[in-house]
């Protein structure tokens, strides 16, 4: 299957910093990567889609001023915690979509990045 | 409102046994349905995927079961492993430009498999 990595991992940080999470689509070009975050023993929440050369698409009730997502490359889209809380203390995740146009292309998702603000 | 719901939170099931694990959604439009497994504090892994033009797929010990009419999924594993213990995801999306190629999720059913 198709590699996604992020980083980083882990990331500890003071509140009201600003945190950058990288995800990179190692052997494949991502037309199309997500974003999603996971509170503990829930499921996936879609955060945004990013698509490369443009702007993100935000689901309803995520902040875009808030939650900023650049998708500079084929291979790269980051995703950047502003003004950081604890409340944003979250696992964050990506994955990222080939260039295919149909549904039935698989995402394939990276190693998750735990953000612990205090 | 939930389109894709697993309702069993845990399974729990004897080594070299098979798990069933099940998957409803209520949207017509999906067309396409994924089963991915995950560890805790990992990304999930992609498993096996089904087409709405299919009712079965099957890959290794791992086959997938779409009952159209009923709106229902489900994912046998059969022998399971010990290494099998884990959360899986049901996930699904659905075609044309207005649905962004996002996958919804299900909860996630936890299997443990038990030596």
């Known amino acids: 299957g198709a590699v996604v990595s992020q980083h980083p991992s882990r990331v500890i940080c003071k509140s009201g910093t600003s945190v950058k999470i990288e995800c990179r689509s190692l052997d494949f070009q991502a037309t199309t990567m997500f974003w999603y975050r996971q509170f503990p023993k829930q499921s996936l929440m879609l955060m945004a889609t990013s698509n490369e050369g443009s702007k993100a698409t935000y689901e309803q009730g995520v902040e875009k001023d808030k939650f900023l997502i650049n998708h500079a490359s084929l291979t790269l889209s980051t995703l950047t915690v502003t003004s950081a809380h604890p409340e944003d203390s979250s696992f964050y995740i990506c994955s990222a979509r080939g260039r295919g146009r149909k549904s039935t292309d698989t995402q394939y998702f990276g190693p998750g990045t735990r953000l612990t603000v205090l | 409102d939930q389109q894709v719901k697993q309702n069993s939170p845990s399974l729990s099931v004897q080594e070299g046994r098979i798990s069933i694990l099940n998957c409803d959604y209520t949207?017509?439009?999906?067309?396409?349905f994924l089963w991915y497994k995950k560890y805790p504090a990992e990304g999930p892994t992609f498993l096996i995927s089904?087409?709405?033009?299919?009712d079965k797929n099957e890959d290794g010990r791992f086959t997938v079961f779409l009952n159209k009419s009923a709106k229902h999924l489900s994912l046998h594993i059969v022998p399971s492993q010990p290494g099998d213990s884990a959360v899986y995801f049901c996930a699904a999306s659905a075609p044309g430009k207005a649905a962004g190629n996002k996958l919804t999720f299900g909860g996630g059913t936890r299997v443990l498999v038990k030596p």
């Open positions: 949207n017509s439009m999906f067309d396409y």
């Open positions: 089904i087409s709405s033009i299919k």
